[in-house]
C-alpha cells in the first residue's frame, strides 16, 4: 500500500549477506523478537519462588498446543533435578507384587500418544471475588496443553496385580514438597498416563522429568510430578492437598472436597488486556481457548456487549476430549466499544456459568474452580481491560 515503502524498494541487510550456519543454536530457539513471549509470575502472589507459579502467555499463542518452554509452572517445593538413571517409581500397598520400575524398565510397557490439558484448580481463582488482573496470561494461565507420550497406569497396576480390596491409588512426588494425592481405581484404570514425552521430547525439568503422572480432564494438582511411588489402599488418604488445600469453602460453612474435574470454560485470549487491538477499525480477528474435563468442546458463542447477543464462533483444528479448543470470530469492528465474552458449551450441552452463577451456587470463599465467563472492555482506542459485567 505505501508508495516507495524502502522495505520493498531497498535490498536488506538480511538479504544481502548470508545467514548464521546449521549448528548456530544445536536445540533452537525462537526469534530474538519473540524475546516478551515467556511465562510471567505475579510477584505479590506468593512469599517465595520455589512454592509459586508463573503463568502460560496465553494472548501470544495459537492452535491448541502449548510450546513446551511456555508451559506455567506451578511447584510446591522448587523444581527436582532428577537423572533418570537415578529415578525409581515405586507400586505398594495392596497389590500381589509390590514393584520398582526403572526408567529403563517403563519403557518397555505399550505407550500411548494422547493430547489433554492440564488446568490448575486454582486457574483464575484470583478472579474469585471480582476482576483482578489484568491479562489473560494471569486471569487464566494456569492452562497448558500438549500431546503426552506414555504408558497407561492400568498397565502398571496390572503388572503389581491390584487386590480386590484396593479402590484407591496414591501417587507420590520425589521432590521436596513430596506433593500426594488419592485418586480413584476407576480413573486409573480408566485414562491416566504414566507420561515421560512431552511434544515428543523428554518432559522439561519443571513438568516432572523424567516422569509424571497424567489424570486427563482432573485438577493439574492430581497431576503428580517426578511421580516416584503408587501406593493402593481402600480409601483415599486426606492428605493436605485434599482437605486443608483443593477444597471449596460455601457460603454454609461446610466444604466440597474431591472436585476433580475441570469444567467447561473459555477464554478469549486476543484481543485482551496484553493483547489490545492496535490495527484500528476493521476486519478483526477474535481469538480464543475453550476446554472441558468431561470432553470435547461442542459450541463457542461469542459476545461483544457483555453477554446480550451471541454469535457463534468457529472452531478451528482438532477436536479432541480433554485437550484445549481454538475458536475464532472474525468480524468487522467499527471502532465502538466492546464487553467481549466468549462461552464454551461442552459435549454434555454444559454451558459455561457467569461468574454471577457461580457465586450465587458457591459463596464468595472459594478460590478454585473458577469457569465463569470472562468479559474484556475494549476501548475505541483499542486498550482492552479485565471487567465484570452484573
Ligand atoms: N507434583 C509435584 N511432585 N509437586 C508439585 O508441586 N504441583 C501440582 C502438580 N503436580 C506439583 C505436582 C500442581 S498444583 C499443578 S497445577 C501441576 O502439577 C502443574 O503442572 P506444571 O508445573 O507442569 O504446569
Ligand atoms: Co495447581
Redesign the pocket.
Known amino acids: 500500500r505505501a508508495e516507495g515503502d524502502p522495505l520493498i524498494t531497498e535490498v536488506q541487510d538480511w538479504n544481502r549477506y548470508l545467514g548464521a550456519g546449521v549448528d548456530e543454536t544445536p536445540y533452537g530457539m525462537p526469534s530474538e523478537y519473540e524475546a516478551h513471549v515467556v511465562r510471567r509470575d505475579v510477584p505479590w502472589l506468593t512469599a517465595d519462588p520455589v512454592s509459586s507459579v508463573n503463568f502460560t502467555p496465553l494472548h501470544e499463542l495459537d492452535g491448541i498446543i502449548t510450546p513446551n518452554g511456555l508451559?506455567?509452572?506451578?511447584?510446591?517445593?522448587g523444581t527436582a533435578i532428577i537423572d533418570p538413571a537415578d529415578h525409581r517409581l515405586m507400586i505398594n500397598g495392596l497389590v500381589d507384587t509390590p514393584l520398582v520400575f526403572t526408567m529403563q524398565d517403563l519403557m518397555r510397557f505399550p505407550r500411548e500418544n494422547r493430547v489433554y490439558f492440564?488446568e490448575?484448580a486454582a486457574n483464575s481463582g484470583m478472579e474469585w471475588r471480582g476482576s483482578q488482573l489484568n491479562g489473560c496470561q494471569f486471569t487464566h494461565g494456569?492452562v497448558?496443553c500438549v500431546v503426552y507420550t506414555g504408558v497407561p497406569l492400568k498397565h502398571l497396576l496390572a503388572e503389581a496385580g491390584v487386590k480386590t480390596s484396593g479402590k484407591w491409588v496414591l501417587a507420590e512426588?520425589?521432590?521436596a514438597?513430596a506433593?500426594t494425592r488419592s485418586i480413584p481405581m476407576e480413573k486409573a484404570l480408566d485414562d491416566c498416563l504414566v507420561a515421560f514425552k512431552m511434544n515428543g521430547e523428554a518432559l522439561r525439568p519443571?513438568?516432572?522429568y523424567p516422569v509424571r503422572l497424567v489424570v486427563p480432564g482432573w485438577e493439574?494438582?492430581m497431576?503428580?510430578?517426578?511421580l516416584r511411588r503408587l501406593e493402593v489402599g481402600d480409601q483415599p488418604w486426606a492428605q493436605r492437598e485434599e482437605t486443608s488445600k483443593y477444597t471449596d469453602l460455601l457460603a454454609n460453612g461446610k466444604a466440597r472436597r474431591h472436585t476433580w474435574v475441570m469444567d467447561v470454560k473459555s477464554v478469549i485470549t486476543s484481543p485482551s488486556p496484553q493483547a489490545p487491538i492496535t490495527h484500528g477499525r476493521g476486519q478483526t480477528v477474535i481469538s480464543g481457548l475453550a476446554w472441558s474435563g468431561y470432553g470435547t468442546i461442542k459450541r463457542v458463542d461469542v459476545s461483544l456487549d457483555g453477554g446480550r447477543n451471541w454469535h457463534e464462533a468457529r472452531i478451528d483444528g482438532p477436536s479432541l476430549p480433554k485437550a484445549l479448543h481454538r475458536f475464532y470470530y472474525d468480524f468487522n469492528w467499527d471502532g465502538s466499544e466492546l464487553l467481549l465474552q466468549s462461552r464454551a458449551i461442552d459435549e454434555r450441552g454444559y454451558i459455561q456459568p457467569t461468574k454471577n452463577e457461580l457465586r450465587a451456587a458457591r459463596g464468595e470463599n472459594s478460590i478454585y474452580h473458577n469457569n465463569g465467563i470472562q468479559t474484556w472492555y475494549v476501548q475505541a482506542d483499542g486498550v482492552v481491560e479485565n471487567v465484570e459485567v452484573s
Do not use: I, P, T, Y
Request: overall charge negative.
Open positions: 508451559c506455567f509452572e506451578r511447584h510446591h517445593g492440564l490448575c494456569m497448558h512426588g520425589a521432590d514438597s506433593m519443571e513438568q516432572g493439574g494438582n497431576w503428580v510430578k517426578w
